[in-house]
């Protein structure tokens, strides 16, 4: 059975950093892992994406050169540099069976998901 776990979420004031990480357990090894996020009253939506093989990587473009995804096996880092207020959501990680370097960009391909952490931007 795969479980999933997050932490690190947070207050910060923007312009500053906050790192999320991502645990997960049972056959994720090969799969693909994300990061999404959910703001009150929006659709979740994929932040950072990496392959099961590592050689892809996708970034939402809300975030590219802001934020920075890093995977090391079954754990998942999300460093996030010069947070917004619009950065505030509830953050999910969650796994894909996507084998390879194939990218898995759409929700639907997640079909496991940690709790989730919440990060808040103050302005």
């Known amino acids: 059975e795969v479980h999933v776990a997050e932490s690190g979420g947070g207050l910060v004031q923007a312009g500053g950093s906050l790192r999320l990480s991502c645990a997960a357990s049972?056959?994720?090894?090969?799969?693909?892992m994300a990061w999404f996020r959910q703001a009150p009253e929006k659709e979740r939506e994929l932040v950072a994406t990496v392959s099961a093989g590592g050689g892809h990587i996708h970034y939402a473009d809300s975030v590219k050169g802001r934020f920075t995804v890093s995977r090391d096996r079954n754990t998942l880092s999300l460093q996030m540099n010069t947070l917004r207020p619009e950065d505030t959501a509830m953050y999910y990680c969650?796994?894909?069976?996507?084998?390879?370097?194939?990218?898995?960009?759409?929700?639907?391909?997640?079909?496991?998901w940690g709790q989730g952490t919440h990060v808040t931007v103050s302005s």
């Open positions: 969650a796994v894909a069976p996507i084998l390879g370097d194939q990218p898995a960009l759409h929700t639907w391909l997640y079909d496991h």
């Open positions: 049972g056959l994720v090894v090969s799969y693909a």
